[in-house]
């Protein structure tokens, strides 16, 4: 069984940044695709990004990238998110995700090609 853990979120001011972890067990990151979604009050699960089982390409949605990073780290076994230039639209409730197996079949962006979710940090950047 998989299991994510989240951390890292908080509050922080518009221009600060946060990084967010996430810790799996069950599998090793190192062989898997994993993404980052967020879903704000009101609002559907949006996709943030995402890399590729090996790590080589990396996926961000319009709205974050230049300013939010996806990375590994296989020792610890967890996925990073490094937010910079955060803006009150960026509040929400942050997940990382997996799929079932380890690669995403189409495109990485729809919460539906991801199976394991963890419970979310809520991330909340004031003006």
């Known amino acids: 069984q998989v299991q994510l853990v989240e951390s890292g979120g908080g509050l922080v001011q518009a221009g600060g940044s946060l990084r967010l972890s996430c810790a799996a067990s069950?599998?090793?990151?190192?062989?898997?695709?994993m993404g980052w979604f967020r879903q704000a009050p009101g609002k559907e699960r949006e996709f943030v990004g995402a890399?590729?089982?090996?790590?080589?390409?990396?996926t961000y949605a319009d709205s974050v990238k230049g300013r939010f990073t996806v990375s590994r780290d296989n020792a610890k076994n967890t996925v990073l998110l490094q937010m910079n230039s955060l803006k009150p639209e960026d509040t929400a409730v942050y997940y990382c995700?997996?799929?079932?197996?380890?690669?995403?079949?189409?495109?990485?962006?729809?919460?539906?090609?991801?199976?394991?979710w963890g419970q979310g940090t809520q991330v909340t950047v004031s003006p």
């Open positions: 995700a997996a799929p079932l197996g380890a690669v995403v079949v189409g495109d990485p962006k729809e919460p539906k090609k991801y199976y394991y």
């Open positions: 069950g599998r090793s990151i190192g062989a898997s695709a």
């Open positions: 890399l590729n089982w090996s790590g080589g390409r990396l």
